[in-house]
Nanobody
Framework: QVQLVESGGGLVQPGGSLRLSCAASGRIFSISTMGWYRQAPGKQRDLVAGITSGGNTNYADSVKGRFTISRDNAKNTVYLQMNSLKPEDTAVYYC???????????????WGQGTQVTVSS
């Protein structure tokens, strides 16, 4: 029904930057919150940043001032600009979107397949 496709991950040196993108497609009536989560090996999946349809944002303390989340509602796309990257940012990053597929139906959270971000010299 709904697919989330991420792109933009890769290998970067400490202090470098990456920009992640996530496009939602399929049967979409509306999208409320979109966000990015990350999961490092042996750890739980944690919220990195979230953004509402109105543009309100929230960030994990560990990324405040370095990461910026944004979205293009017309394209059903969310972005994560990551600056001043640190080795501890290394993880698989997952896109999340809360989607209503038709009027009157309950929203449901969908996940992307994940994209690897590795910060290493």
């Amino acid at each position: 029904q709904v697919q989330l496709v991420e792109s933009g991950g890769g290998l970067v040196q400490p202090g470098g930057s990456l920009r992640l993108s996530c496009a939602a497609s399929g049967r979409i009536f509306s999208i409320s919150t979109m966000g990015w989560y990350r999961q490092a090996p042996g750890k739980q999946r944690d919220l990195v940043a979230g953004i509402t349809s109105g543009g309100n944002t929230n960030y994990a303390d560990s990324v405040k001032g370095r990461f910026t989340i944004s979205r293009d509602n017309a394209k059903n796309t969310v972005y994560l600009q990551m600056n001043s990257l640190k080795p501890e940012d290394t993880a698989v990053y997952y896109c999340n979107a809360v989607v209503t597929v038709a009027a009157g139906l309950r929203p449901y959270a969908y996940w992307g397949q994940g994209t690897q971000v590795t910060v290493s010299s």
